[in-house]
């Protein structure tokens, strides 16, 4: 079983930055790509961001293009989120999601969300 666990969440004020962590962990092979999503209260989950492990391609939201940076540690099987010039509207619970993971060569390929890391931007 792979478990996702996040760090980094908390209180911030308007234009301030955070970095959100993720670390993926048990048994993996490999993972086709990492990201982030969020879900704020009234609203259905929405996507953020995505890097995918080939290449580091990266994909991001309208909403958070320019503000967001997404990165990962291959090694260490960990995602990060940078969140600068953070507006009230990104105040949500993220989740971080791993896709396209296998725990063997030749196995399945799994999907994987953690519990989510509270984030608000408040003054």
């Known amino acids: 079983q792979v478990q996702l666990v996040e760090s980094g969440g908390g209180l911030v004020q308007p234009g301030g930055s955070l970095t959100l962590s993720c670390t993926a962990s048990?048994?993996?092979?490999?993972?086709?790509?990492m990201g982030w999503h969020r879900q704020a209260p009234g609203k259905q989950r929405e996507f953020v961001a995505t890097i995918i492990t080939w290449g580091d391609l990266t994909n991001y939201a309208d909403s958070v293009k320019g503000r967001f940076t997404i990165s990962r540690d291959h090694a260490k099987n960990t995602v990060h989120l940078k969140m600068n010039s953070l507006k009230p509207e990104d105040t949500a619970v993220y989740y971080c999601?791993?896709?396209?993971?296998?725990?063997?060569?030749?196995?399945?390929?799994?999907?994987?969300w953690g519990q989510g890391t509270q984030v608000t931007v408040s003054s």
């Open positions: 048990g048994r993996i092979f490999s993972i086709n790509h």
């Open positions: 999601n791993a896709d396209g993971v296998r725990e063997y060569d030749g196995g399945a390929y799994e999907e994987y």
